[in-house]
């Protein structure tokens, strides 16, 4: 897909051609705090919330929208945030080339795309195989939200989670819930929630 970029100057910023593989987080951050990622930050306001939140822990947010980037970018500077850097890459990637085994605390993934058609289902980047990549790169204790408005797409994933039996449902017995007052909704999950729709929210724990 082509796309527009937008120069991005923001100290929040890392250019993923200036970033080693795998980078020295603690180094870029300047601490030892923990560290977490979004994958799909959007516009940056979930993440804005939750790292207001949570100063002692370091979030990485990626898009593979310069726009989204920019934005996020944008957002945590005219609040001063310290604590988030943004990249600009795809998740697997960035995962598998930046992000070391057994290093982060927390993964959050949000309204991803839901490629509603069924002949493109299999473009969606959640789902059980993606799911156990991810857990070589988190803690024991880890926790993964996954949130959607697609109703397909978050039944899928309500269902593969079980499967996976290194995680730990955090609303068992429920498989998702429609409400999760604590955790900060996105302006695409208010959009579609001010639509009628429902969000499936997912919380899960690494054994």
Same mark, same amino acid.
């Given at each position: 897909?082509?796309?527009? $970029?937008?120069?991005? *100057?923001?100290?929040?910023?890392?250019?993923?051609?200036?970033?080693?593989?795998?980078?020295?987080?603690?180094?870029?951050?300047?601490?030892?705090?923990?560290?977490?990622?979004?994958?799909?930050?959007?516009?940056?306001? $979930?993440?804005?919330?939750?790292?207001? *939140?949570?100063?002692?822990?370091?979030? @990485?947010? @990626?898009?593979?929208?310069?726009?989204?980037?920019?934005?996020?970018?944008?957002?945590?500077?005219?609040?001063?945030?310290?604590?988030?850097?943004?990249?600009?890459?795809?998740?697997?990637? #960035?995962?598998?080339? =930046?992000?070391?085994?057994?290093?982060?605390?927390?993964?959050?993934?949000?309204?991803?795309?839901?490629?509603?058609?069924?002949?493109? =289902?299999?473009?969606?980047?959640?789902?059980? /195989?993606? @799911?156990?990549?991810?857990? *070589?790169?988190?803690?024991?204790?880890?926790?993964?939200?996954?949130?959607? *408005? $697609?109703?397909?797409?978050? @039944?899928?994933?309500?269902?593969?989670?079980? /499967?996976?039996?290194?995680? /730990?449902?955090? #609303?068992?017995?429920?498989?998702?819930?429609?409400? $999760?007052? /604590?955790?900060?909704?996105?302006?695409?999950?208010?959009? #579609?929630?001010?639509?009628?729709?429902?969000?499936?929210?997912?919380?899960?724990?690494?054994?």
């Amino acid at each position: 897909m082509t796309q527009s $970029f937008i120069h991005i *100057d923001s100290p929040n910023y890392l250019k993923l051609e200036d970033l080693p593989n795998p980078p020295d987080w603690p180094g870029i951050f300047g601490n030892d705090n923990r560290l977490a990622l979004e994958i799909g930050c959007g516009v940056g306001d $979930f993440m804005l919330k939750t790292a207001l *939140d949570a100063p002692e822990t370091n979030f @990485i947010a @990626i898009d593979f929208y310069n726009k989204g980037c920019d934005k996020t970018c944008r957002r945590m500077d005219r609040h001063g945030v310290t604590n988030v850097r943004v990249v600009r890459d795809e998740a697997r990637a #960035f995962v598998t080339e =930046r992000i070391p085994k057994g290093s982060l605390s927390a993964i959050y993934i949000n309204c991803p795309d839901p490629w509603p058609k069924k002949r493109h =289902r299999k473009r969606r980047l959640v789902n059980r /195989e993606f @799911i156990e990549f991810l857990l *070589d790169y988190m803690v024991p204790g880890a926790d993964f939200f996954f949130a959607t *408005d $697609f109703d397909d797409y978050g @039944i899928d994933v309500a269902n593969a989670l079980p /499967e996976v039996a290194a995680l /730990e449902n955090q #609303f068992a017995p429920d498989l998702y819930r429609h409400e $999760f007052p /604590e955790y900060h909704l996105s302006k695409y999950m208010r959009k #579609f929630m001010a639509e009628g729709k429902q969000i499936y929210f997912m919380h899960y724990k690494v054994k």
